[in-house]
C-alpha cells in the first residue's frame, strides 16, 4: 500500500551548462576544410554554440525556479487529525477501529491511517485509509498524475474525474462497485483518501459516498494547513 520513501533524489536541473562548455568555438575549425564542407562545418559550430546558449538559459531559468510549497505540517497520529465524520454518517457508526503509521525522512514525511467503523445489520461495511505525503526533495506532480494511490491494483483505466476547489489538482478515481479513490496534490504534499466497500453495489449510494470524502478531506486539509 505505501511505497519504499524517497531517501534520495534532488530536485531535477538540466545537463546544458555541460554542452555550453564543451560547444566547439567556430574559430576553431580547421582551415583544411573548404567549400560545401566547410560551410557545413561553419553552420554545424554556429547551431551548437546557440543551442547551448540556448540551453543554458533554460536551465539558469530552471534553477531560479522555486521548489514546491510545503504548506502542511506533518503528524505522527493522522487517525488522530482526521474524525472522518462525513463518511462516518454514511457508514452509520464512527470509524473507531484505526491503525495509525507514520515516518520523517530528508526527503519523504509521510503518515498513514487505516480504519474501519462497527458493523451494522442490513447496512454496507465501510473501510477507509488516508495517506498524506510530505516531498521535501522530488517533485510529486509526474507521479500524482499517473500513479495508482494506495491500490497497486489500480490502472489508468478506472473512471477519472476533477474535482474544482481543493488544492492545486484533485482526482477523484472511481471503481463503480468496489471503492474511490481522492487524490488532491497542493503543492509539494499530496493527499489520497480511499473508501472501500464489499457489499451489493445496489446498498451504496456512491454519489453520497464521493461527496462525504470530499467534505472529510477538505476538514482533514484545514486543520494540517500550517
Wanted: aromatic share 8%.
Amino acid at each position: 500500500m505505501i511505497g519504499e520513501p524517497e531517501l534520495d533524489g534532488e530536485w531535477r536541473t538540466g545537463r546544458a551548462g555541460e554542452t555550453a562548455e564543451s560547444a566547439p568555438e567556430p574559430g576553431e575549425v580547421r582551415g583544411a576544410a573548404r567549400g560545401p564542407r566547410a560551410r557545413w562545418v561553419w553552420a554545424l559550430g554556429g547551431a551548437v554554440v546557440a543551442s547551448a546558449v540556448w540551453g543554458g538559459t533554460l536551465f539558469a531559468q530552471h534553477r531560479l525556479e522555486p521548489a514546491p510549497r510545503i504548506a502542511y505540517r506533518h503528524v505522527d497520529d493522522l487517525c488522530a487529525q482526521a474524525p472522518l465524520k462525513a463518511i462516518g454518517t454514511i457508514n452509520g457508526t464512527p470509524f473507531d477501529m484505526t491503525w495509525p503509521g507514520s515516518e520523517a525522512s530528508p526527503a519523504l514525511d509521510w503518515s498513514y491511517c487505516r480504519a474501519t467503523g462497527g458493523y451494522t445489520e442490513g447496512r454496507p461495511w465501510y473501510g477507509v485509509e488516508l495517506l498524506v505525503e510530505r516531498h521535501k526533495k522530488s517533485d510529486p506532480r509526474p507521479e500524482f498524475e499517473a500513479g495508482p494511490g494506495l491500490d497497486p491494483r489500480r490502472t489508468g483505466a478506472s473512471d477519472v474525474e476533477e474535482v474544482p476547489g481543493l488544492g492545486e489538482r484533485a482526482l477523484l478515481r472511481r471503481q463503480p462497485g468496489t471503492d474511490a479513490q481522492l487524490a488532491v496534490r497542493d503543492g509539494a504534499v499530496v493527499f489520497t483518501f480511499r473508501v472501500e466497500w464489499n457489499v451489493d453495489q445496489d446498498l451504496v449510494d456512491e454519489d453520497a459516498v464521493h461527496a462525504a470524502m470530499i467534505e472529510d478531506m477538505r476538514a482533514l486539509m484545514t486543520r494540517l494547513h500550517e
